[in-house]
Nanobody
Framework: QVQLAESGGGLVQAGGSLRLSCAAS????????VGWFRQAPGKEREFVAA????????AYADSVKGRFTISRDNAKNTVYLQMNSLKPEDTAVYYC????????????????WGQGTKVTVSS
């Protein structure tokens, strides 16, 4: 059983940057894909980004393309989400998850979720 722990959230002004981390313990990330979802107050959880175990296959939601970058360090069992040019609409709790592959993760099909880290972007 894998445990996922997100960190790096916080309060930032619009236009600023944050880097989120998702660390795994127990079963490792390899060879599974890892993704990020977010849930804003009063809204459903939505896909943000996902990366395959090799790092070759990557997917982003249209709303974050060009601003967010997902990466992974398998030696550290950690996946990162670099968020630049943040907007107030990026405010949400961000969750990482682990799944069989990127395609399944984009639809939320995963076998592990973290507890989330809160990101607040002020205008």
């Amino acid at each position: 059983q894998v445990q996922l722990a997100e960190s790096g959230g916080g309060l930032v002004q619009a236009g600023g940057s944050l880097r989120l981390s998702c660390a795994a313990s127990g079963r490792t990330f390899v060879p599974y894909a890892v993704g990020w979802f977010r849930q804003a107050p009063g809204k459903e959880r939505e896909f943000v980004a996902a990366i395959s175990w090799s790092g070759i296959n990557i997917a982003y939601a249209d709303s974050v393309k060009g601003r967010f970058t997902i990466s992974r360090d398998n030696a550290k069992n950690t996946v990162y989400l670099q968020m630049n040019s943040l907007k107030p609409e990026d405010t949400a709790v961000y969750y990482c998850n682990q799944g069989e592959n990127v395609v399944k993760l984009t639809s939320g099909r995963s076998f592990a979720w973290g507890q989330g880290t809160k990101v607040t972007v002020s205008s």
